[in-house]
């Protein structure tokens, strides 16, 4: 009996790292050319993880040979990268969660990196900074998404704060506390920009690393399209930005339509002053319309920014009922 249970003990000292039970989570969609790749360099970087593919639909032989590599397969049928993120954050049970995409683009040997700087520095996420490797860069990270890489992320960290550089990463590493408090809203690829701003908003610590970016096996096609994406991440910035801070937003459309009010109005008033009527009476009650339009949208702003208040501190809430990662000394 005795034996049993030294044997037990042995058995998850080689599922924990640190104290920590470690999860490597990967969305998938028609990744068969990656997938055994991707599977095989994480099991290699951290034997002491299970590995989760969550393949989202995928027509090809994703799934097959995510099973014959020995990793534990979810199938998630409702399309889109943000509907696969809420799925892995509520199935898989741990203690450090390890993202990376199924494409092999990112640096597996970089994992153990990200997790220590997350359990050294007591953290809830840190991001894998992408750093282009090889010769011709632009195979690896077309400039157009470089570009509109740089302008999110700059329009997201003026907006909510914060030191991130490059945003739209895929790789990351998650605490408890992190997973199990994200709402997980977005659908597709803008679920990056919400899990940045949910540790932006919550104020929680986080860190950045530089990690090898590497290309595409040949034959395997990018799911992200620069303009579609890229719109579809930059309308969920402005969404963010009414829902979080919703009295900087209705004051500005509130200071547009007084002043434009005002300015309509000048012209009648001066006509009055100078005539003693009023001629053009259609644009006195637009003016008039306008002006109490901005009032109406500066207290809607003090109202909503209430209820944003009170939201947030139920997400705090919720974030500190979850136990903190173990911050356990390196071995």
Request: a positive charge; proline letters at 3%.
């Amino acid at each position: 009996m005795r034996s049993e249970i030294q044997s037990t003990d042995k058995l998850l000292d080689k599922l924990v790292y640190r104290g920590n039970v470690i999860a490597v989570i990967l969305p998938c969609y028609n990744e068969e050319l990656a997938v055994k790749n991707v599977i095989t360099n994480f099991r290699e970087a951290l034997p002491e993880a299970a590995i989760h593919v969550f393949d989202n639909n995928s027509k090809d032989q994703t799934i097959k040979f995510a099973q014959e590599s020995g990793a534990i397969v979810h199938s998630v049928t409702h399309k889109g990268k943000g509907n696969v993120v809420r799925r892995m954050f509520a199935d898989v049970e741990a203690d450090i969660y390890v993202m990376a995409d199924g494409d092999d683009t990112y640096d597996a040997a970089s994992a153990r990196l990200l997790i220590d700087k997350l359990l050294d520095e007591r953290l809830d996420m840190v991001v894998g900074r992408r750093e282009e490797i090889g010769e011709k860069t632009s195979a690896t990270y077309r400039s157009g998404h470089r570009w509109g890489n740089r302008m999110l992320t700059g329009a997201v960290m003026s907006i909510f704060g914060g030191g991130f550089t490059d945003m739209l990463s895929g790789y990351r590493v998650f605490s408890r506390r992190y997973a199990k408090s994200f709402p997980a809203l977005a659908k597709g690829f803008e679920t990056e920009t919400e899990l940045t701003v949910h540790a932006l908003e919550l104020r929680m610590p986080y860190g950045e690393i530089a990690t090898p970016y590497g290309k595409r096996p040949e034959g395997s096609e990018s799911k992200l399209s620069t303009y579609k994406d890229g719109f579809k991440i930059l309308k969920t910035i402005i969404n963010l930005y009414v829902s979080e801070r919703p009295f900087m937003f209705f004051s500005i459309v509130a200071l547009f339509l007084c002043a434009l009010s005002l300015i309509l109005f000048s012209g009648v008033f001066v006509e009055y002053l100078e005539t003693g009527m009023v001629p053009r009476f259609p644009t006195a009650i637009l003016s008039v319309a306008l002006m109490l339009a901005g009032i109406i949208s500066f207290f809607s702003g003090l109202v909503l920014n209430t209820v944003t208040l009170g939201r947030n501190e139920t997400k705090r809430l919720i974030y500190l009922s979850i136990p903190q990662t173990k911050p356990s000394i390196k071995k």
